[in-house]
């Protein structure tokens, strides 16, 4: 009895941590040091995956996913933001994806939010869901303005320019308010 008391307490002690958020992370391929969801901060290292990170994250050449972000997250030498449901602050990375909605900045190279991006999408590669905020890059893309800018070379919006619904390319500005 006392064995199997023993065996459960230090059993619990172990996977404790494991369910409380951590306030310092290392994330790489297949592995969390220590495991569970992040408060402060998150380096990733090749690819690393965590269910939610509030805080500071940094992917280090590769993918940092999480499934619920809020922070600043910094991608150094080629990181890669990826958020697959929802993301609130700023995110700078080669590349910034965003399965659900973002509300924020992203600024990378190309920048890509399936739902509703609200906020400042900066980069060569802009394409949201639906928008608003401001696009800003040479190619900007959203499926509808619903309250906001595209400035850049190409600026399609698939509901429509400001010029008309037929014409859903316009270069140089288009906006809806």
Excluded: C, H
């Excluded at 940094?58 to 030498?77: A, H, K, N, R």
Aim: charged share 10%.
């Amino acid at each position: 009895m006392k064995k199997t008391l023993m065996s459960l307490a230090l059993a619990t002690a172990m996977t404790a941590p494991a369910f409380a958020a951590q306030p310092v992370q290392l994330s790489l391929p297949e592995t969390n040091l220590p495991a569970g969801n992040v408060e402060g901060f998150r380096a990733s290292l090749i690819y690393g995956k965590t269910e939610q990170v509030s805080g500071l994250n940094v992917p280090i050449l590769g993918l940092s996913e999480t499934s619920q972000f809020t922070g600043v997250s910094f991608g150094m030498l080629f990181g890669v933001n990826r958020v697959t449901s929802q993301s609130t602050g700023l995110k700078l990375g080669l590349a910034n994806w965003n399965d659900g909605n973002a509300k924020g900045a992203d600024l990378g190279f190309a920048n890509y939010t399936a739902g509703q991006f609200t906020g400042l999408q900066m980069g060569a590669f802009n394409y949201t869901g639906r928008l608003t905020g401001l696009q800003f890059g040479f190619i900007n893309a959203t499926d509808r303005i619903e309250k906001g800018v595209q400035i850049g070379l190409i600026n399609y919006d698939k509901s429509g320019t400001f010029i008309g619904q037929d014409i859903p390319v316009f270069p140089i500005i288009n906006a809806r308010f």
